[in-house]
């Protein structure tokens, strides 16, 4: 298992990407977070195994309908896995 967080940039806020996230992410069977950022962009903190993490970061690439996604960075994270998937 493994700790990703994803930082994705674009018009990504008021486009319904965290209620879309967290679906995205339960229906693979992964865990974490994810919010809003006051500079615009959306956070992903995901915890799972490099399958499903990796479907994962492509499908945040795409991003719900209205969303324009222009760049996701990642970054492997030391963290302490969760339970479930939370909006913050």
């Given at each position: ?74 970054d ?13």
């Amino acid at each position: 298992m493994r700790a990703t967080r994803f930082l994705v940039e674009g018009h990504v806020q008021r486009v319904g990407y965290r209620a879309w996230c967290r679906r995205e992410a339960l229906a693979r069977g992964l865990t974490g977070y994810v919010r809003n950022l006051e500079d615009g962009r959306v956070e992903a903190v995901i915890f799972g195994d490099n399958a499903s993490t990796d479907a994962m970061l492509a499908a945040c690439r795409e991003g719900p309908p209205g969303a324009v996604v222009t760049a996701v960075g990642l970054d492997a994270i030391d963290a302490l896995p969760v339970e479930g998937f939370v909006i913050l």
